[in-house]
């Protein structure tokens, strides 16, 4: 079973930076590679978005327009991991965000880290 964990949430000022991980293991019959590599995030009362997205080799990332030239994702496929760096953080940028690994039909999830921005 695939599990994701990410970490480097927290409480930032408005202007500031953070970066998230996320940190996948548990495969079995496929590779980290093989998976294309998603950012979402939910706010209270608010749906589920998509914020980033890489693909499984890493050559090439799509972002929401929301976070477009303030967020980076990417991906270390030696080390499992996937990275999402925020710059020029806003308060509606405060959410939880997951760590999602999808292939084919088949999605994983992580537990969420949470993001406060606020001064």
């Known amino acids: 079973q695939v599990q994701l964990v990410e970490s480097g949430g927290g409480l930032v000022q408005p202007g500031g930076s953070l970066r998230l991980s996320c940190a996948a293991s548990g495969f079995t019959f496929t590779t980290f590679s093989d998976y294309a590599m998603n950012w979402y995030r939910q706010a209270p009362g608010k749906e589920r978005e998509l914020v980033a997205t890489?693909?499984?080799?890493?050559?090439?990332?799509n972002y929401a327009h929301s976070v477009k030239g303030r967020f980076t994702i990417s991906r270390d496929n030696a080390k499992n991991t996937v990275n999402l760096q925020m710059n020029s953080l806003k308060p509606e940028d405060t959410a939880v965000y997951y760590c999602n690994a999808v292939r084919w039909s088949r999605g994983y999830w992580g537990q969420g880290t949470q993001v406060t921005v606020s001064s």
């Open positions: 890489v693909t499984s080799a890493g050559d090439s990332t």
